[in-house]
């Protein structure tokens, strides 16, 4: 709202209060660049932060860590998402996604259903077998443990949002509230799992190029505490799984929505499915499946549209020793004094028809080859940018538009009675969910199948 109002229309900066701090929301795409690419060493810390003594494994992750150790982190697992381990994944991902295109021909040939339950369950799967190495079956049982455990990460109540709020806007008194950013029993099912997983690795020498053989290595190697190194990993492997889980999730029940909503966009992208599927024999390569422009187009316009984090957060100061005030000439007659929060409003940049002609509709040719030149990279966050981006932003990629091409192959989506006619997101959340579920209805036409 405040990135919308008019009276900031032209402003690159605009002061705001998270909760009592003043604080920046920063508005302007060079300026943007610059908090993000070209002086990241001045903004490479994140304001928001659970409490290291109290809640050590959200703290002292990739995602909540400090300059140090989000480098360090981010050093060792960068090469789990490199492009050769990604087409080593993609057989697993694509695989889970079978799964989902068998659930659904079980249905019945119409049949209405609440998606973003089932693509939750599906993520949690894909995240199982490629980060932490072993098979669950939550597409068709709701109730195995890891999707109960997982799905407690991005449920939102009144209590968590305070928590999470405090978390985000008054770190500093994380500690003396006791606020934690998960849940124990959560925590502990995690825990326990991966110290299984690891153990049983370990003593079958079975290696899958994932998350547990990254681990192996690096306590092969450690010249630490071993409950300590276990900690850390603990904390890295709860914050891929939460990433991993819903993001990709809500992008891909956002997607069947605008697809049920413009079913001419949806009959384009079937027939470029439908192509692959011919010009494979049924069989989709790692090749195949990356040549599928429209596909990405599709993922990209929902992303542009519903990104799962619609704000990112920075603070002043550099990593070690202090920061002199950081001038924000020309832009405005101000300077930024150490410890100040920065806030970029990813939604308000997604939404900016300078930017984006149009902003409300669903316009996937705005990311065909022809088109992409044009794009303001930093008028399009949805992974963030720099450094500090997501790191597994590949991988969460593949295994939304896996989990679509398997969903749409033989099923065309459509709205029914249930479905949402005017989207209320849920403000308890801080990733983007919407209130209610959603709900479409499924015609089975057996399009693949029929090749």
Not at 215 to 227: G, Q, Y
């Amino acid at each position: 709202e405040i990135y919308d109002d008019p009276k900031f229309h032209n402003e690159s900066v605009v002061g705001v209060y998270g909760l009592y701090k003043p604080s920046l929301l920063i508005r302007d795409p060079e300026l943007i660049k610059a908090i993000l690419i070209k002086d990241f060493d001045k903004f490479c810390n994140r304001y928001s932060k659970p409490d290291p003594h109290t809640e050590p494994i959200a703290a002292n992750n990739i995602f909540f860590g400090d300059y140090k150790l989000w480098k360090e982190m981010r050093s060792k697992f960068s090469p789990m998402f490199s492009g050769g381990k990604l087409r080593a994944m993609y057989p697993l991902v694509m695989g889970v996604a079978e799964n989902i295109g068998d659930h659904l021909m079980k249905q019945g040939h119409v049949f209405s259903m609440e998606v973003k339950g089932l693509c939750a369950r599906y993520t949690t799967d894909v995240i199982a077998t490629t980060i932490f190495g072993f098979s669950s079956n939550s597409i068709e049982n709701p109730q195995e443990e890891i999707y109960i455990q997982t799905r407690k990460i991005a449920t939102f109540d009144l209590g968590r949002a305070v928590r999470i709020a405090i978390i985000f806007f008054a770190p500093k008194m994380v500690r003396l509230f006791g606020v934690k950013f998960f849940e124990k029993n959560c925590i502990d099912f995690f825990r326990n799992s991966l110290r299984y997983i690891i153990k049983e690795r370990e003593e079958s020498g079975r290696t899958r190029n994932d998350f547990i053989d990254i681990v192996i290595k690096l306590k092969e190697e450690m010249n630490e505490d071993p409950r300590s190194f276990m900690e850390l990993m603990h904390s890295q492997a709860i914050v891929f799984l939460a990433a991993g889980y819903e993001t990709s999730a809500t992008t891909i029940s956002f997607a069947l929505f605008e697809l049920a909503r413009h079913p001419e966009i949806q009959d384009k992208l079937r027939k470029e499915i439908l192509q692959a599927f011919k010009g494979s024999k049924g069989k989709l390569s790692y090749e195949d499946f990356n040549a599928m422009e429209y596909l990405d187009m599709v993922a990209n316009e929902t992303l542009r549209m519903y990104p799962v984090i619609p704000i990112l957060e920075r603070k002043y100061g550099k990593a070690e020793g202090n920061s002199a005030p950081y001038s924000l000439m020309p832009y405005c007659d101000y300077a930024i004094p150490e410890g100040m929060p920065i806030y970029i409003s990813v939604f308000g940049l997604h939404y900016d028809a300078k930017y984006w002609p149009n902003p409300k509709q669903f316009q996937p040719d705005r990311f065909s080859p022809e088109n992409k030149g044009f794009i303001n990279p930093m008028a399009y966050l949805p992974f963030g940018n720099g450094p500090h981006n997501c790191v597994g932003s590949r991988l969460g990629q593949m295994q939304t538009k896996c989990g679509l091409i398997q969903i749409l192959k033989n099923h065309r989506v459509r709205a029914c009675d249930r479905t949402t006619q005017q989207l209320d997101f849920d403000p308890k959340a801080f990733v983007l969910q919407l209130k209610g579920g959603m709900h479409l209805e499924f015609v089975r036409d057996d399009m693949c199948d029929n090749i």
